[in-house]
């Protein structure tokens, strides 16, 4: 099923996708920068700039509507940036938060639609009462490869390092100052203001006069940011400050700002390969998938051998998994704590009687490695994530896990009951009526069957299991079927079984 819908997603995908002619000459490259970013967004940015770079292309804009996304694929985008000979256009349409303000800061000038924002890239940890100060050894180890990345492109590219510090960090009151016989201004933090011979009471309120420079002919035009807020720009308030150039809603005003005409731009699209490693790093699509995984591992201990159950089961965890570890999401580390959640829940299903200290062990191993591949790598490497978009993504893959759980017990519920009735279904199971010695009919009982509680079996009487009981399976007892479930331990095809409990319709077994 899993397989279906991947190969319909790859099609549909593929269709969409419009090649560029080959004779294009491009003198402005659009690149998109849209929804998380991972390290596909980074692939698809290398391989649209080397395109376009072999096409002639003078000018590369990076057209951003992203919420953030991993720090680690960031950097490494915004290193590739700033290596680039080609003039760099950041194109904020409409919003660049956190990791997408630190790849707009990194090319060569900044332009914002009409309604748009830029900023707000700092580490918080969230506890129980809400937002908590780090302490200031963790705030300085996630902080310092973030800041020297804004400072870095800040000078470079000649952004106020007030402000892009601002966006990292909360720290003192932002204020923006000028020299009016050189034109020069500044923006500087308040514990910098005694530098230029100011003080935070020489703000002088809009309504009046500006104020006279002081003996260093500097003087205060406004404070700008507070302490307790972090630096997000719109769009009036980064033009006016000298962050943006100017406002661009469409490909006509961003031609005529490039000084090209409109047929000179052309605008790259994700291929369909990487469209599809985004769908599966998509948490709802991966909702779903956990859905299909576990309803199908549930089939598949109910039906002998390996069967189609068992192979979407496995074809739907390597996609699960697969997806989010192309996009730099999934590390090793989360996959072996899958593995190995499965790996005890199979010894505690199959060898020890009961459920113990394996089973509970391999759930959590599981629930931490399926939660964790949705959380991508932060810089230091903390146990916890601490970036306000790993808080994010941890708590989107804990809310996916819990949701696609009880999804999936809820139909598991409806299956258990009526799984020898349903169309299609009941032709992966044992069949519900057999022939037994003698050529006597034998009708199902029990789970699975017809749910009636059984009253015609009791505790020590002894039969034959029909099938694999992994835990569950079927038995005969007195040329009856019954569906049955094992204590915990796996019991082959022909052994002989003894009742151990029997609770309304359910029939606990165990091998004699």
Not at 323 to 341: K, N, Q
Not at 433 to 442: N, P, S
């Amino acid at each position: 099923m899993a397989l279906v819908a991947l190969l319909l997603a790859a099609a549909s995908l593929g269709a969409a996708e419009q090649p560029e002619p080959a004779d294009t000459k491009p003198a402005v490259a659009i690149v998109p920068i849209t929804g998380v970013i991972t390290d596909v967004t980074h692939d698809f940015i290398v391989g649209s700039v080397k395109d376009a770079r072999a096409k002639g292309a003078e000018v590369i804009v990076f057209e951003l509507d992203t919420p953030g996304g991993l720090v680690s694929s960031a950097m490494k985008i915004c290193q590739y940036i700033k290596n680039l000979d080609e003039r760099t256009v950041a194109w904020v349409n409409p919003n660049a938060y956190s990791a997408g303000s630190m790849i707009a800061v990194a090319c060569n000038e900044i332009v914002m639609a009409k309604f748009s924002s830029i900023g707000d890239s700092a580490p918080i940890m969230v506890g129980p009462g809400g937002v908590q100060e780090i302490g200031e050894t963790e705030r300085a180890k996630q902080e310092s490869p973030i800041l020297k990345e804004f400072r870095e492109s800040a000078e470079l590219n000649g952004y106020p390092k007030a402000l892009v510090e601002g966006m990292v960090r909360l720290g003192p009151a932002i204020y923006w100052i000028e020299n009016p016989a050189t034109g020069e201004k500044a923006f500087v933090k308040e514990t910098e203001l005694g530098f230029y011979g100011l003080e935070p009471a020489d703000i002088v309120d809009k309504t009046d006069k500006p104020a006279e420079p002081n003996a260093s002919g500097w003087r205060m035009i406004r404070k700008v940011h507070e302490a307790s807020e972090l630096v997000t720009l719109g769009r009036k308030e980064a033009i006016e400050y000298g962050f943006a150039s100017r406002v661009v809603n469409d490909y006509g005003e961003l031609a005529e700002h490039l000084g090209v005409s409109e047929d000179a731009i052309v605008q790259y699209q994700p291929t369909w390969s990487e469209r599809l490693a985004a769908v599966l790093s998509n948490p709802v699509f991966r909702g779903l998938l956990l859905i299909i995984i576990l309803i199908a591992g549930y089939m598949e201990l109910q039906t002998p051998g390996l069967g189609v159950a068992g192979a979407a089961a496995l074809i739907g965890l390597a996609l699960f998994l697969g997806g989010p570890m192309v996009a730099g999401l999934a590390s090793v580390f989360d996959v072996a704590l899958v593995i190995a959640g499965i790996l005890l829940l199979a010894i505690e299903l199959f060898v020890i009687p009961g459920f113990g200290f394996m089973g509970v062990a391999g759930l959590l191993c599981m629930f931490t490695g399926i939660v964790m591949s949705f959380v991508g790598p932060e810089p230091g490497r903390p146990l916890v994530p601490q970036l306000p978009y790993s808080l994010k993504q941890l708590e989107t893959g804990v809310l996916v896990v819990l949701t696609s759980g009880v999804i999936s017990v809820i139909i598991i519920a409806v299956l258990a009951r009526f799984l020898g009735t349903l169309p299609l279904i009941n032709k992966l199971i044992l069949s519900t009526e057999q022939q037994a010695g003698g050529g006597r009919a034998v009708v199902s009982a029990g789970v699975g069957g017809t749910g009636e509680p059984v009253t015609d079996l009791s505790v020590g009487e002894t039969g034959v299991a029909l099938g694999d009981l992994r835990p569950s399976g079927k038995a005969e007892f007195h040329q009856r079927v019954y569906d049955v479930n094992t204590a915990g331990g796996w019991i082959g095809t022909g052994a002989e079984v003894r009742v151990a409990e029997v609770t309304g319709s359910r029939i606990v077994v165990e091998e004699v």
